[in-house]
């Protein structure tokens, strides 16, 4: 039943009760290559065109990786484009840290990703930068993972998950946090699907002309 779901287009979510600590998935089957869905995920640099609740990003470099972010150096986009700190392609390992600033409310959250390419599937590893977990958020990881040629559809489809868990304090109000809990999936994944479909056929009418 869940796999007619995602081949007929829809998405599947499930969240555990959140509580103070909580996990839960996004999974999708979308048309496009998964090298076309890479390209969109590590390209930091357009979120705030893409992702409505980002704003605004800044990268940095990432050399000292057991410290928070504030030991690194903010650097300017070339340095990223160019390979000179990471190489922000599909297929190639690279190690990212980046600073989002979120919804109206311009909240400040950074992130290290670790993306590794892998023959069953490429994932990468977001987990909370240090300088980011305070009294309210304790921690927060996710991982991307893609699977193409999902259930025999062929490789111009690629099944899309995204998994997250989450930890909170128990200051914070229990109301607030199933609210913040059931806009935070949604809002994260919601773009994907109609941006790589997108993507995927600027892509094929490239290779056609």
């Known amino acids: 039943e869940q796999r007619d779901l995602l ?11 959140m509580g103070r600590e909580g996990s ?8 496009a290559p998964s090298a076309v869905v890479w390209e969109c995920l590590l390209d930091f640099y357009s979120y705030p065109n893409t992702i409505p609740t980002v704003r605004d990003v800044q990268m940095f470099t990432n050399t000292h990786l057991k410290q928070d972010i504030y030991s690194e150096e903010a650097v300017e986009r070339q340095k990223y484009e160019d390979g000179t700190l990471a190489l922000l392609k599909h297929g190639v390992p690279s190690v990212t840290r980046a600073a989002f600033t979120l919804s109206k409310f311009r909240l400040k959250i950074a992130a290290i990703h670790k993306y590794r390419p892998h023959p069953r599937g490429d994932y990468m590893v977001f987990t909370l930068d240090p ?3 305070n009294v309210v958020l304790k921690n927060a990881k996710g991982v991307w993972h893609t699977q193409s040629n999902p259930d025999g559809q062929g490789d111009e489809y690629t ?5 997250c ?4 304090s128990p200051l914070l109000p229990q109301w607030i946090t199933d609210y913040a809990a059931r806009r935070a999936m949604p809002r994260a994944t919601t773009w994907v699907k109609p941006h ?3 993507a995927a056929e600027l892509w094929f009418k490239g290779l056609k002309d």
């Open 7 to 17: 081949r007929s287009g829809e998405r599947i979510e499930f969240q555990s009760d």
């Open 24 to 31: 839960g998935f996004v999974v999708m089957d979308v048309k």
């Open 131 to 133: 300088a980011c977990t």
């Open 159 to 163: 099944r899309v998950w995204l998994l």
């Open 165 to 168: 868990e989450l930890s909170v």
């Open 196 to 198: 790589v479909e997108a």
